[in-house]
C-alpha cells in the first residue's frame, strides 16, 4: 500500500562517477516516468515505462543517461561519467496508464562535485 | 508536441484573499491537464484534473479550475486562501502518448 519509493533519497557524488537511481513504484502501476527537476523549474520528462518497454526515451538529455525497468516493476536512472550539470533533482511517478494520474516520488537530490 | 506556460512565477497573496493561477497550454491533439502543488521540502501532489466532461473540475483543499478549449487554459482559482496554500504549483498537459509536459511553476505566498 505504500507510495513511490526511491533511493537514495541525497546523493553526492565526484564528477567523472556513474550513479545509479532507483524507483520503487506503486505496485500494480504498469507505467513508469523518470523527470529531472532543477531548483526553480518544473519537472523535465526524461523517459518512462509502460511494464518493461521503454516507451520514450525522447526526453534523456545524451546517451550518458540511460534507464531500464527490466522486470516491469522497479526501475534505474543510471548516468554516467557525471558532470556538475546534472546535478538536480530526479523524480520518479507511477500510473495505471488508463488515467494518467501520476502519483510521485519524493526524489533523488543529486549533487556532482 | 504540448507544451504549457504559467505566465506567473510568484503570486503573493493575503490570507482569506481569493487567487487565480494562470497556466496555458499548446497541443494539436486532445489533452489531459492537470495541477500539482509542491509543499515545502516535499514531493508533488495532484491537487485536481481534467479529462474530460465538465469543464469546471474541483480539487482538493478548495481548489478548482476550468478548462477554456478556446482560450487553451486552465486557470487555478481558491475563492480564500490560507497560510497552509503557501507552496509551488505546477499545471501540466498530457496528450493521449502518455507522457506529461510541467510549466516552470507559480510559487504562491500567502501572507497573514
Known amino acids: 500500500g505504500a507510495g513511490v519509493s526511491q533511493s537514495p533519497r541525497y546523493k553526492v557524488t565526484k564528477r567523472g562517477q556513474d550513479v545509479a537511481l532507483r524507483c520503487d513504484p506503486i505496485s500494480g502501476h504498469v507505467s513508469l516516468y523518470w523527470y529531472r527537476q532543477a531548483l526553480g523549474q518544473g519537472p523535465e520528462f526524461l523517459t518512462y515505462?509502460?511494464?518493461?518497454?521503454?516507451?520514450?526515451k525522447s526526453g534523456l538529455p545524451n546517451d550518458r543517461f540511460s534507464a531500464e525497468r527490466p522486470e516491469g516493476s522497479i526501475s534505474t536512472l543510471t548516468i554516467q561519467r557525471t558532470e556538475q550539470r546534472d546535478s538536480a533533482m530526479y523524480r520518479c511517478a507511477s500510473s495505471l496508464a488508463v488515467t494518467q494520474e501520476q502519483y510521485f516520488g519524493p526524489g533523488t537530490r543529486l549533487t556532482v562535485t | 508536441a504540448q507544451s504549457v506556460t504559467q505566465l506567473d512565477s510568484q503570486v503573493p497573496v493575503f490570507e482569506e484573499a481569493p487567487v487565480e493561477l494562470r497556466c496555458n497550454y499548446s497541443s494539436s491533439v486532445s489533452v489531459y491537464l492537470f495541477w500539482y502543488v509542491q509543499y515545502p521540502n516535499q514531493g508533488l501532489q495532484l491537487l485536481l484534473k481534467y479529462l474530460s466532461g465538465s469543464t469546471l473540475v474541483k480539487g482538493i483543499n478548495g481548489f478548482e479550475a476550468e478548462f477554456n478549449k478556446s482560450q487553451t487554459s486552465f486557470h487555478l482559482r481558491k475563492p480564500s486562501v490560507h497560510i497552509s496554500d503557501t507552496a509551488e504549483y505546477f499545471c501540466a498537459v498530457s496528450d493521449n502518448n502518455n507522457d506529461m509536459r510541467f510549466g516552470a511553476g507559480t510559487r504562491l505566498t500567502v501572507k497573514p
Open positions: 515505462f509502460n511494464y518493461e518497454a521503454q516507451q520514450d
